[in-house]
């Protein structure tokens, strides 16, 4: 699976928009991009994935660079319990072979 | 929703005893992994199950073993307890069979070895 880099911490004010970056910039074309988040010491929450386009759900957006190279995840309006270490995670889907690798992550601080 | 559930939440062992960590997935979903999350650090995977078959293995030490039942619950041992077992074990389940996966993990049994 493709390496990612996140930056280690940020800081975002409540009701604003944090965005997340991710450079996947080895990612290959079979690759997916998964995030994940993980309030303190809770179990990982799964976000949301693309592969090519663009993707929104209920969480949150996420938006791929057209050349994949990169991504950011979008909390359109961040809420204190927003607060968690967020995984920007590149994976091939096989089936039955899907593990995930968690990575540094960034630790993401929403302040009232 | 049904979730998934792990048991024990909090688990305390002396070294060199053993632990039985469970692990109920949720419904109809058809893989199971494990994962370790020692203090600080990220979680990593140790091993997974597909169709109660093993289907991937991470770093996990020979003193662990773990299995999928016919009901798809699933069970992580760990046997000659150290002090460095000392984390908190998330298991997850996902549906692999159709689509991509979108693992849901449980809220994780904290092990601590004395």
């Known amino acids: 699976d493709a390496k990612t880099t996140q930056p280690p911490s940020m800081d975002c004010a409540e009701g604003r928009a944090a965005n997340l970056p991710c450079n996947h910039s080895?990612?290959?074309?079979?690759?997916?991009v998964y995030w994940y988040r993980q309030i303190h010491s809770q179990g990982p929450q799964y976000i949301i994935h693309?592969?090519?386009n663009n993707e929104t759900n209920e969480m949150a957006s996420l938006i791929i660079t057209e050349d994949r190279k990169s991504s950011t995840l979008i909390l359109p309006h961040a809420t204190l319990r927003d607060t968690a270490v967020y995984y920007c995670i590149v994976r091939v889907l096989i089936q039955g072979a899907q593990k995930l690798v968690f990575g540094q992550g960034t630790r993401l601080t929403i302040n009232p | 929703a049904a979730g998934v559930i792990q048991s024990p939440r909090h688990l305390i062992k002396e070294k060199r005893e053993t632990a039985t960590l469970k692990c109920y997935p949720i419904?109809?979903?058809?893989?199971v992994y494990w994962y370790q999350q020692g203090p600080g650090q990220d979680p990593q995977f140790l091993i997974s199950?597909?169709?109660?078959?093993?289907?991937d293995k991470g770093s996990i030490p020979d003193r662990f073993s773990a299995q999928q039942f016919s009901d798809y619950h699933s069970e992580l041992n760990m046997s000659s307890l150290e002090l460095g077992d000392s984390a908190l074990y998330f298991c997850?389940?996902?549906?692999?069979?159709?689509?991509?996966?979108?693992?849901?993990f449980g809220s994780g049994t904290r092990l601590t070895v004395v």
């Open positions: 419904p109809r979903h058809d893989t």
């Open positions: 080895t990612i290959s074309g079979n690759e997916y």
């Open positions: 997850a389940s996902s549906l692999n069979l159709w689509g991509t996966p979108m693992e849901t």
């Open positions: 693309g592969l090519k």
């Open positions: 199950f597909y169709e109660k078959m093993q289907s």
